[in-house]
């Protein structure tokens, strides 16, 4: 445990234990598109997106019927 306990989302037992987890489950109905925001090194945002964590963001598009 690094972070916070208090912010933990989810627990996976003894080996690996308490993790903030986001998920995103649209049900059967929505049409969803996702993927993981990466940049190449040379795009000037890349320095600005590695330096604010160490965790990659996420997009997602929803279509709602």
Do not use: C, E
């Amino acid at each position: 445990q690094k972070g916070d306990p208090a912010t933990d989302t989810a627990f996976y037992g003894k080996g690996v234990g308490g993790l903030r987890v986001d998920v995103i489950l649209p049900s059967a109905g929505i049409k969803a598109a996702a993927g993981v925001l990466s940049l190449p090194q040379q795009d000037p945002f890349a320095a600005t997106l590695a330096a604010a964590s160490r965790h990659w963001p996420v997009w997602a598009v929803l279509n709602l019927p």
